[in-house]
């Protein structure tokens, strides 16, 4: 045998050696390979990974230090800046309520520039909103990369195109747009320059991992998919168109709605007006244009009778055959509660509802005593702030120390200030059976809101509001909401605002709440003007039945069908529809 092929033999087994062990190294190096050879080659390979990879982690590190201000992680001067882009929101129908564009946005690299002054003079002719003597500083300067004009039309792209300056560039971008302008403005939100969400529901979405998503670079367009509201944009609109003819009608500062899914505690549609256009965010800046309804925190005046009422008879202390002295006013120290229609008599629990009682409610919420009153209404869920989606939201003005006075006020809805959509969500529970469900923006199935619902009051008390509340449209102070074929029930509220720690007479908020339909809930219809006035048409008043109830009434006559809900004529009135079942009234 030759020396070529002794060479290319496995080396002699070494003295000792196991079989196990020969076995290992024949695997390990092979059986007919010279191990010298075999060594160097695998060390080569090692050396190459590791050229390679550490020649990627100096090339990022190069292009972090040649583009600047931040935008090297997620933008290339050659790619659009698909690291920006945000999933479409759409409503439950599917139509879109806000999307990206592409759009051309414009930098330089200073350093590539050949004659500032020149590049100075041609962009300010081209773009005359320029500040001059920024650009000059953003030119001279020795970083990489500067931003110049963001979101530029086509028209000016073209134009500066075509000035042929050296060092001047164009990056397209995702430019965040809203379809429906000002009609989900407080829902929705907007986002700033960089597509980032910095309120309403586009906040919300940053805060579920869209903005570590776009530091990593995989928020792109064919990552993500598109973000179900519960809004329904029919239903939107005409709340919105509504609540923009009241306002104009009764001349007040303004106007607020919801719609809210009883079952669900889904937000169907949520207006506050004036609002704004989140293609322009600067409008939000302006404090008349905030969202009242999550924000702002109010005293709801009479609707609050609702929970009152229903504290009582879920006690089992009251029947809606109880009755309480209404034979004069109720003096509290230096305070005289007053009925705005006093019928100077003793006045059962339906009547209470009926015409509104302030001395009523004060008296049965003194019944069961102020423990017991602040107990019930956190139990509500009107002592904490609210917490929904939308990051804006205000916490609840309580009382520090609640005493027989708080009880007496907050009874009949003074005293105690909360966020519309908070008390909303309260008495969805006293509507729905009983079930405290938190208001939700997405959509929520029903099985998803009975696992977060909480039993806070007896079915049968839920039973016997609904009756009050469709005994009030019948033939109490929400006559005026009353909507042939569609059942509704309902509670007026007026309240004086407080105006440098007084009560004023003459500026009101005014609300009216309605349940759709009383016998069988669905749905629930917040309607608030903010400082109505009176005209020929309402002879003068500016109560809650004469503006917000017949707000309502359009409303509801537009957003029924939309809402599937079938007109039911010729129905029997509340007592033998809703109590039909109860042998005894109690």
Known sequence: MSAVDTGAQAAPAKRGETRLQRLFRTMLYGANVDRNVKAKARLLLAMVVFIGLYGIIAGRLVMFAVISDGHSGRRSVTQDAVATARPDIIDRRGSIIATDVKTPSLFAEPRKLIDVDEAVELLTATLPDLDAKELRERLSSNRGFVWLKREITAKQQKEIYRLGLPGIGFLTENKRIYPN??????????????????AGMEKWLDGQGLAALHMAGLATDRLQRPVELALDLRVQFALRDELVKAREKFSANAAAGVVLNVNTGEVVAMVSEPDYDPNNPREAND????????????????????????????????????????????????????????????????????????????????????????????????????????????????????????????????????????????????????????????????????????????????????????LNSEKGTGTKANVAGYYIGGKTGTAEKVINGRYAKNKLLTDFIAVMPADKPKYLLLIMLDEPHGSKETYGFATAGWNAAPTAAKVISRIGPLLDMQPRFDLPNADQLILASDKVVR
């Open 181 to 198: 302008g000002p009609v989900v403005s407080h829902e929705i939100g907007h986002v700033n320059v960089d597509n980032q969400g910095i």
């Open 287 to 470: 404090p008349t244009r905030i969202n009242r309804l999550t924000t702002g925190v109010f005293e709801m005046g009479s609707t609050f009778k609702i929970f009152t009422l229903a504290m009582g008879l879920d006690s089992g202390r009251v029947t809606l055959n109880s009755q309480f002295d209404g034979r004069q006013t109720l003096r509290y120290g230096r305070f005289t509660i007053h009925d705005d229609h006093p019928l100077n008599r003793m006045l059962s629990v339906p009547e209470i509802f009926t015409y509104s009682s302030n001395i009523g409610a004060a008296r049965m919420a003194l019944s069961l005593g102020p423990e017991y009153h602040r107990a019930f209404l956190k139990k509500m869920g009107q002592l904490d702030r609210l917490r929904t989606e939308i990051p804006e939201s205000a916490e609840p003005i309580v009382p520090k120390r609640w005493g027989e006075l708080n009880t007496v006020t907050i009874a009949f809805g003074h005293g105690l200030s909360v966020a519309p959509l908070q008390a909303l969500m309260g008495v969805g529970a006293v509507m729905n059976g009983g079930l405290l469900i938190p208001p939700t923006f997405l959509k929520r199935t029903p099985e998803e809101a009975r696992a977060l619902a909480t039993q806070v009051l007896k079915p049968e008390t839920s039973k016997q509001m609904r009756y009050l509340m469709r």
